[in-house]
Structures are given as C-alpha cells and as structure tokens.
C-alpha cells in the first residue's frame, strides 16, 4: 500500500495551447481525458510508473496573480544543450522571468505561456538520468519539515536536508527529483500548479487519508464533492490532490 506522485497539475486559461507548449518543450505526446483536460506524458509510457511525474493541465479562468509557489526544473547534459533549450522554449513562447535570482545564477528562469515560472538548469551530475524534468521544486519555510512529511508521505528516499533546501526521490532511485526551497513569501492563494498523488491501489485511498491526517496533512474545501478525487494540504499549506475512484 502506498502513494505515488503521479502528475504535476497545472491550471490554465487555455489548456489546449499550454499543453502543446509543454509538449514540444519536453518532448511528450498529448491526449485528452475530458474536455478543458490536457494530459502529457512520455511517447510510449504506461501511467503511472515512477520513472516520470506526467503533467496535466486543467481549464480554469482564475487569474494568475503571484508568483507559482510549486515549479518545473529542466535537465540539461551540457552547457550547448541549456542553451539550445532556452533559444527553443523562448521560440515556443516562454519570455525571461524574474523571481530575484540576480545575474549571476548558472540556470536561465523563464515563464511559460501562461506566466508560470520554471528554471532549465546548468548540466548537473545528479539530473543526468532524471528525464526532462529534474526536479519538481517548492517554495516553503521550512525545508526540513516538509522533506519529513513528504517524504513519510510518497516513501521516498530524502537524500539532502539543509537550512535552505531539501531533496528527495523515489525509493526506487527513478524519475526527478521533489525538491524544497525556502522563500520568503508567505503562501496568500491556492496554488495554481499542485501535485496528485495516487494511492496503489485505489481501494486502500481511505486508508491512506487517515495516514497523511496523521502525518499533518489537513482537508481543504474546495468544491470537489461528486469528483474521483479528494484535496488536501500539507503542513505548509500547500493544496495537492490524492487521486482515485468517485466511490473510494
């Protein structure tokens, strides 16, 4: 019994045009679940499976109005392939982004279409069998504590904990990395981009429930009364959703 991070969910005003950026920019087919659902995953990959964390990005009209507190970091293997990314995301449409990183950080910070933040990264040793994604990365105060629940939560192996970030990863040493860094910025809106998690098997999702409310997971009324999953927090706040059938 346990609980996988199966999909980065992302909230879009036009869904079908940021899935075909985010397709392009990582090399993923598209489908369609359900109209205003966009759904991108590696060509070939049998969801779900740890070896990637696949993105789906949902219809929603609420404006975006601070800065993404969750966010993408791409992998890349050398200093000619960032740059060849960057020229190519910024040909899909992604523009330059400040979030205060200065100018002297070796990754580039660019927005998406739709003004979401993601970093493409220098080569890295640690990204090099990660896929497109390295990394899913948070904003949090406090990195240490979230590592704790996060990783109790998705049993994952935490591999770095220091005053300012956290990592960790599947036990499996597959797929990118969850990362969490300190900010400043206290969380003020639901979080437009959030993780969804999915208990194996589906039937055990209760079980699992009352397992993260003891971990500190906490609920959060949002409206999804009548839907096949449920919304909870996390100890920062932090809305994800845990997946699975509408009569779990």
């Known amino acids: 019994m346990s609980l996988e991070l199966v999909q980065v969910n992302m909230k ?7 899935g075909r950026f985010w397709a392009e920019a990582l090399g993923w087919g598209v489908s369609s679940e359900a ?20 993105i789906d990005i949902i219809a ?49 910070v660019l927005a998406d279409p739709e003004g979401n933040e993601f970093c493409v990264l220098e080569p890295r040793e640690v990204y090099r069998d990660t896929g497109p994604i390295a990394a899913v990365v948070v904003d949090c105060a406090d990195p ?4 704790r629940f996060w990783g109790e ?4 192996t935490v591999h770095e904990v ?4 956290a990592s960790l990863r599947s036990a499996k040493g597959v797929g990118p990395y969850l ?12 979080n437009r981009v959030h993780l969804d998690l999915l208990p194996r098997p589906t039937g055990e999702r209760t079980a699992q429930l009352e397992r993260l409310a003891e971990l500190g997971a906490t609920e959060v009324g949002l409206g999804d009364a009548g839907v096949s999953w449920v919304v909870r927090a996390d100890p920062e706040g932090n809305e994800f959703c845990v997946l699975g059938r509408a009569t779990d």
């Open 60 to 108: 929603d009209q609420e404006p975006k109005t601070v800065k993404n507190r969750v966010h993408l970091d791409l992998a890349t293997t050398s200093a000619a392939h960032q740059d060849e990314l960057v020229t190519r995301l910024r040909e899909l449409g992604a523009t330059p982004a400040d979030v205060g990183q200065g100018d002297d950080v070796p990754w580039t």
């Open 35 to 54: 109209p205003g659902v966009i759904n991108l995953e590696p060509v070939g990959f049998d969801w779900p499976d740890p070896t990637a964390v696949c």
């Open 179 to 190: 990362e969490f860094v300190r900010a400043p910025e206290a969380k003020t809106v639901w």
């Open 144 to 147: 240490g504590a979230m590592a």
């Open 162 to 165: 220091a005053d300012d970030h």
């Open 153 to 156: 939560a998705l049993e994952w």
């Open 12 to 18: 879009a005003h036009d869904p079908e045009g940021l």
